[in-house]
């Protein structure tokens, strides 16, 4: 078993872990985490996608050994404490970016990276960087509407 | 599915690396992990241990000289993508890792990785044979660089002993005016893809082609160079019939299918890349020789 201390959304967490455990099963099963999604395991539903170090990563292709140290961030550390919801969550509900809501971890995650990095994407930017996370609903016009929502809120748009 | 159980260890030098490799059976490098932990999770591989080499800072980084590019084989695939310098001198790395993937598997992916694992539809393995990569390796006998064709030894093989670790790819920068197209087509953005096609061309102020490289990945077993084609293009005019002779000769490339797509349609698809990577890079080589002299 290996020890590993990490910060997962501003919280120092520790645990105890097998070699072969990955990012996500540890964030699920021992930290409880459960909005982090598994689809299919293997790196290309991009569900499970979490930030790491600041970085979108598939969780299912990371063990959560090579996490030791790192800064985690998952779909739970979107909200503010009082429940008030991530700009992106918001725009998610006014645009129904949702359908199932299985996806919608991995898009969150992958779309607050693709913010930070530039904060009014085009809409063919904004559908290359969700390129690797499928919904099966086939929700994506929604959930590039919410993206260009958050991103014309940001210029100051209404 | 999960992985099977392994010995998980993490050096922190490159020499602890290779003496672990060296002393322990059946163990796998684990450098960004986008294909070996996909296929731990298949269980599709069952190493007794996995080294994990990502503490190694020291074999990360991209450095430009004039005439040497050094990328550290633990360099990330969207860092390569998104070095500017890399782009201003050779803007078919960042064409070709715009390929590779997702954004959330390059931010992990490296580029030793992606040349260890070699996929015949590598866009890294394609473009390093292109470009007639030196990639250097480290075991218990000191560094080597093995030649790109060398180094690709057949189907997912890499030209490395069980105790060697890959620690850098060096590259030859071709001139200013250069011209380059990465062309690929997949059924979904980012999936392997059914074939690819590479190009590197030179002209001079006539327009005739004076430097040529073709490179093929996804149609046989491992990326292909398209000599044939080279030497078909080389001193011509760089017309639409010196691209057709250069599409039209496939006889000497190894075609295989497989369900993704059988070899005439990989083959087709390849000649479709092919013609349009040509002309795009003949028609850029053109335009930087023509601003060079205007």
């Known amino acids: ?158 | 599915m999960k992985p099977p159980p392994f010995e998980y260890f993490r050096p922190e030098t490159l020499g602890d690396a290779i003496a672990i490799l060296d002393r322990t059976d059946n163990a796998k490098v684990l450098a960004g992990g986008q294909s070996l932990m996909a296929m731990l999770n298949l269980r599709y591989v069952f190493p007794d241990a996995l080294v994990d080499i990502n503490n190694l800072f020291d074999i990360a980084g991209v450095e430009l000289d004039r005439d040497r590019i050094r990328i550290g084989a633990m360099t990330r695939q969207r860092h390569i993508e998104l070095d500017d310098a890399l782009y201003r001198s050779m803007p078919i790395f960042r064409e070709a890792l715009k390929l590779v993937g997702h954004r959330q598997t390059r931010n992990r992916g490296t580029i030793g990785g992606s040349l260890c694992h070699l996929d015949p539809a590598s866009e890294l393995a394609t473009l390093a044979l292109l470009l007639d990569a030196r990639i250097e390796a480290q075991g218990p006998a000191g560094a080597r660089q093995i030649p790109v064709d060398e180094f690709i030894t057949g189907f997912m093989m890499p030209g490395i002993a069980h105790n060697e670790i890959v620690t850098a790819v060096e590259f030859t920068p071709w001139s200013p005016t250069h011209g380059h197209a990465f062309m690929e087509f997949s059924r979904r953005h980012g999936d392997f893809a059914i074939a690819s096609a590479a190009v590197l061309v030179e002209r001079d102020d006539h327009g005739v082609v004076t430097d040529a490289a073709i490179s093929i990945g996804g149609l046989g077993s491992t990326p292909q160079r398209h000599a044939a084609g080279e030497a078909l293009l080389l001193g011509s005019d760089g017309s639409r019939d010196a691209i057709e002779a250069a599409v039209e000769d496939f006889g000497a490339l190894e075609m295989i299918g497989d369900f993704h797509g059988g070899a005439e349609y990989r083959q087709s698809v390849a000649r479709v890349m092919l013609r349009k990577a040509l002309d795009t890079a003949l028609s850029r080589a053109a335009q930087k020789r023509g601003r060079l002299n205007a």
């Open chain 1, 1 to 158: 078993m290996h020890e590993v201390a990490l910060l997962v959304n501003g919280e120092a967490r520790r645990g105890s872990v097998e070699g072969r455990t990955t990012l996500a099963d540890f964030l699920r099963h021992e930290l409880g985490l459960t909005g982090t999604h598994l689809g299919c395991e293997h790196g290309v539903c991009g569900a499970c996608t979490v930030l790491v170090d600041g970085a979108s990563v598939r969780a299912c292709l990371m063990l959560a050994v090579q996490a030791d140290g790192a800064i985690v961030e998952t779909v739970e550390g979107l909200a503010r404490p009082n429940g008030d919801l991530h700009p992106l969550q918001d725009a998610f509900r006014e645009t129904h970016g949702l359908q199932c809501g299985f996806c919608t971890p991995g898009m969150l995650m992958t779309i607050v990276e693709l913010l930070r990095e530039n904060g009014a994407p085009t809409e063919a930017e904004i559908r290359d960087a969700i390129s690797g996370n499928i919904c099966r609903c086939t929700g994506y016009q929604s959930i590039v509407d919410a993206v260009l929502k958050v991103a014309a809120e940001d210029r100051g748009a209404p």
